[in-house]
């Protein structure tokens, strides 16, 4: 032990802290139960046919079904089984949200290294405009790209992305405000680098981690975002199975009782969001406290 | 106080009770979910009315000793052994109530930072009266209380202070305050953590000052935690070497500090410019190796490996309390006490003669009329007034004085991070360059760089090493590929980094290693000029010592010039081959080393000299200060020192700005007081 090279232990000792936060982050209860709802969500994603017990839009039964031994879930109104529509409705969202989600981050974080480093008109400029579209209610900005622009799941993420924007570059900016007052800035500067170099070269790599917890927490809004949007339209048209999709072809009948058509998807959706919360969260608060 | 006093004391007059003794304390620290300790079984005791003074370098233990003291650990930190007994009773057994009230009633703490330890929202008279209300009384007592104890920290105007907030007092006043505050409830123990660490000179003296008087009239016990051994030297009776979370060494400050018996603190000593000791004359020494972290098992002596005289007897058994002298009140940890004399002092290292500037040697920098003035919404403010400077080849200039002279702003015109205003010029090698960065060329950049004072933030710390070297080898030198790569390498090892440093990243390496990339990615472009902004004042004083050596023999090889921006005294004198003194923006005296510290002086300088906390306990000319810089947006008329100059001549120095005038070959200065007299009035007092 008092043999080691100071160079070796420290080598070692990184290694061990990013152990170590690991080990702090898997050993969190919400982290487990945070990955473990998504996990369940990923494998009916990718095999649907293992889990559900019928083909989503099999109608063959034809009854309107309550909850019961045949059907865990019931069945829809034209006699679909909701288990197996909520199970295949998992694909479309956990395609659409991370796709928006890292969409809008990507554009969120360049402009917000632009308006946290270029400051001055640049900033004043961009913060209005962004100050602008965050006033802008999400139901209104979806209905106004589905009658423009039609309905598409690239719609669904291009909306998603734009509204995400902002908001990321809003947090971006705050830590590269912090960032570009650090002495190795000025150092690059006075060995001539320009000024796309330190903003992606020399700053980017260090306002990395509010950017993955960026990244998280615009996870879970997406996959609320990509439901509301698809709950309005946006998204496939039915009869496809997306958890949003089946909220709004069902919800008119809740009035005459026939609740569990609806409420199965609506508790898909609340699930992932939580879940992905839960995660974000535990990546949130042990990155804040090392 | 004495309630639980045993019995058998009251025999023995001198041993009175102890206000606060330590006894085997252990710490440990919870870092993510490992118990790590830092305090291995720390043992002192300060008696009524003594000061007492906990030294040694970052990390070994001293804060977490003050906070322990106190229960008032962070809360990943716990007490795992030991006790803790203020006035007698224990505080890892009491509970948090009586803890609560232990803390108001009996024990104070003042910290590094004033502006933090007061509430920025709150006028300071609320908050002072607050401090007396808590303790019970009403408020009108209370407020007259707070009156008399702002007198007491010679505040001159106490009912104006206390109608104001706290962003509206200078530092100084700042601590003042919380001083008064600490003070409030009469405490039996007083802990002190870095008191004046975050001050100018010049406000340290004033405030430590008012600590040597405050003691006189109070009987606490002091606990003084700092790393200026100068200010423990001038402060406490007794002092603690503190060493990987044990005391290695402890007696009588000036005996300790005259005449060490332990291997640290004879390195600790060592590694500081004293006696005005110059680079010419030899090189500083260093401690090798680093502090061990903390957590780390260490059975035996704790400082074996970086021990000169560490024997086989030192690796295996753990060295028992030696005492040395026979009145009982000192001991060192060591097992070979006696082979101290026997550690060696450095050789002179390098003749670095060969720096001194002569008239052979040709100005490498000069700087003409450069001013450099700030605008804030509709307010000019003069950072720099017409500054005339040069520098010749291989020359190094100290600029003194304290924050807000305008060192920091001087160091970024002259590499053009912050353009001087138009009528001004910077000249290298005798051509003009231009006012920005931006606006140079490559030759320019590459001939002018930089070292910052803290090197966590001047090194990207996402890149390793290396990608830092070759960045810099290929952007300043144009060199790429290969030879970059051998380029990178050879500097590494010219700075005694080792192959195995150029992978890591910058929060891999130690403070010393750190600034030593930092440097080599200065001389990466083998820079004419390099200014170094306070290189060594975020450094413990043996890795100080390193860098200074290192700066110093790469400024002989490479002829460099330094540009060297300091508060610290010992090191200026140490380094620079000629110092300028700046005060609101302007130069007020510069002239060769030894010309400045044998004076005569700028009766700013005169402050300045008379400020510093000597570890040698000399006897220096002692001029205080008064009041505090004045706003640069609005400077006073005349001389701009002559609000707080304590030899100003009414009539005279309100009314104009004397010139810089030269007192003798290369001795300039600004001031009205013929030079005759200035001698006079500084004659040092005969020891």
């Known amino acids: 032990m008092s043999a080691t090279q100071p160079t070796t232990s420290g080598l070692s000792e990184r290694k061990q802290a990013r152990r170590e936060n690991w080990r702090l982050i898997v050993r969190r209860p919400a982290f487990i139960v945070g990955v473990a709802i998504v996990l369940f969500w990923v494998i009916c994603a990718l095999f649907p046919d293992f889990i559900a017990p019928h083909h989503p839009l099999d109608y063959r039964t034809g009854k309107h079904l ?40 990507f554009f969120g974080v360049i402009l917000g290294l632009l308006q946290g480093y270029l400051g001055g008109w ?73 000024k796309a170099f330190i903003m992606f070269r020399e700053i980017l790599p260090n306002v990395s981690g509010p950017i993955i917890v960026e990244l998280t927490v615009r996870m879970g809004y997406a996959v609320f975002t990509v439901a509301t949007l698809s709950f309005l339209g946006a998204g496939p048209p039915p009869p496809s199975p997306d958890w949003g999709v089946q909220v709004s072809d069902t919800y008119n009948n809740l009035i005459a009782d026939f609740w569990w058509p609806t409420f199965f998807p609506a508790m898909a959706i609340a699930s992932l969001v939580i879940a992905v919360s839960l995660i974000a969260d ?9 | 106080m004495s309630k639980n006093a045993p019995t058998t004391l009251g025999s023995n007059p001198t041993k009175l009770q102890p206000a606060l003794s330590v006894e085997d304390l252990e710490v440990v620290y919870t870092v993510r979910g490992v118990d790590r300790a830092v305090l291995r079984g720390v043992s002192f005791s300060v008696a009524p009315g003594e000061a007492y003074g906990l030294v040694g370098e970052s990390g070994c233990g001293k804060s977490t000793t003050a906070y322990a003291a106190l229960r008032y650990l962070p809360s990943n930190g716990k007490i795992v052994g030991g006790h803790v007994r203020v006035g007698g009773r224990d505080l890892t057994e009491m509970t948090d109530d009586e803890l609560q009230q232990f803390r108001a009633h009996e024990a104070s703490m003042v910290y590094q930072d004033p502006s933090q330890a007061l509430n920025p ?24 209380m707070a009156v008399e104890a702002l007198k007491k920290v010679r505040i001159a105007d106490p009912t104006r202070v206390m109608d104001r907030y706290p962003f509206q007092l200078s530092g100084g006043m700042q601590q003042r305050v919380v001083i008064a505050m600490a003070l409030a409830c009469n405490p039996t123990l007083l802990v002190l953590d870095e008191p004046t660490t975050g001050l100018d000179a010049t406000v340290e003296a004033e ?36 060493y990987a ?61 970086r021990c000169p005289i560490a024997t086989d007897l030192c690796r295996t058994t753990m060295p028992p309390v030696v005492p040395v002298g026979n009145k009982g009140d000192r001991f060192t940890l060591c097992h070979h006490p006696d082979q101290i004399a026997a550690i060696e002092e450095p050789a002179v290292s390098v003749n670095i003669s060969v720096l001194a500037p002569s008239d052979e040697n040709p100005g490498v920098l000069e700087l003409s009329h450069v001013s450099k003035t700030f605008k804030q919404r509709n307010l000019s403010i003069p950072a720099l007034v017409d500054v005339e400077l040069d520098l010749a080849v291989g020359e190094t200039l100290g600029i003194v004085g304290e924050s807000g002279s305008g060192k920091s702003t001087l160091a970024k015109a002259i590499l053009g991070i912050e353009a001087a205003d138009s009528g001004g010029s910077v000249s290298l090698d005798g051509r003009v360059v231009m006012a920005s960065t931006v606006g140079r060329t490559a030759d320019d950049k590459r001939s002018m760089q930089m070292i910052f004072q803290n090197p966590d933030s001047a090194l990207n710390r996402s890149w390793s090493v290396r990608h830092i070297l070759t960045r810099s ?80 023999d790469l400024q002989t090889e490479q002829k460099t010039s330094y540009v060297f921006i300091t508060h610290d005294m010992g090191v200026v ?115």
């Open chain 2, 245 to 305: 979370g044990r005391i290695v060494e402890e007696g009588p400050s000036a005996q300790v500090f005259d005449d060490p018996r332990h291997p640290y603190t004879v390195g600790l000593l060592r590694s500081l410019p004293r006696h005005g000791v110059r680079k010419t004359e030899r090189a500083l020494a260093t401690i090798p190796g680093i502090l061990p972290l903390i957590g780390s098992d260490l059975p035996t002596c704790v400082y074996v490996d």
């Open chain 2, 207 to 242: 405030v430590l000052d008012l600590v040597r008087v405050l003691r006189q009239e109070s009987d606490a016990a002091v606990l003084l935690i700092a790393h200026n051994l100068g200010i423990i030297r001038g402060l406490c009776d007794r002092v603690g070497v503190m």
């Open chain 2, 473 to 552: 080898v290929e952007k300043l030198t144009n060199i790429k590929g290969d030879a970059a790569n051998q380029r990178v390498e050879q500097l590494a090892e010219h700075l005694r980094l080792t192959p195995r440093h150029l992978d890591l990243k910058p929060r891999q390496l130690s403070g010393g290693l750190k600034q030593r990339v930092a440097i080599a990615r200065a001389f990466a472009g083998d820079p004419r000029i390099v200014v170094c902004d306070e290189p060594t004042s975020a450094l413990d004083v043996s890795v100080q010592a390193a860098i200074l050596n290192l700066l110093a």
């Open chain 1, 122 to 194: 640049v900033d004043l400029l961009a913060s209005r405009i962004v100050e602008a579209f965050l006033s802008l209610p999400v139901v209104l900005v979806g209905l106004l790209a589905i009658t423009t622009l039609g309905r598409s799941n690239v719609v669904v993420i291009g909306v998603v992305a734009v509204l995400f924007t902002p908001i990321v570059a809003r947090t971006v900016r705050a830590a590269v405000l912090a960032e570009r007052e650090l002495d190795y800035v000025t150092s690059a500067k006075l060995r001539g680098e320009s």
């Open chain 2, 121 to 144: 929202t709150l006028r300071v008279g609320k908050q002072i009266i607050e401090s007396f209300t808590l303790l019970g009384h009403d408020n009108a007592t209370a407020a007259t």
């Open chain 2, 573 to 687: 004198r140490y380094l620079a081959d000629r110092i300028a003194v700046m005060y609101l923006g302007r130069i007020q005296e510069i002239g060769p080393t030894d010309d400045v510290f044998n004076g005569p002086n700028h009766p700013y300088t005169e402050a300045l000299l008379s400020a510093i906390p000597s570890v040698d306990g000399e006897i220096v000319t002692r001029i205080r200060l008064e009041g505090e810089i004045p706003s640069p947006a609005n400077p006073p008329s005349g001389c701009v020192f002559h609000p707080r100059c304590p030899r100003v001549i009414p009539g005279v120095c309100e009314v104009t700005e004397p010139p810089l005038r030269e007192v003798s070959p290369g001795h300039a200065m600004r001031c009205h007081i013929p030079v005759a007299e200035l001698i006079e009035l500084q004659r040092k007092p005969s020891k």
């Open chain 1, 282 to 290: 535990s990546v949130q608060s042990v990155l804040e406290a090392s």
């Open chain 1, 66 to 105: 309550p909850p019961g031994w045949g059907h865990l879930f019931g069945t829809d109104s034209t006699g679909r089984d909701v288990l197996s529509r909520v199970v295949a409705g998992a694909r479309d969202v956990l395609r659409i949200a991370p796709a928006a989600a890292i969409l809008g981050v």
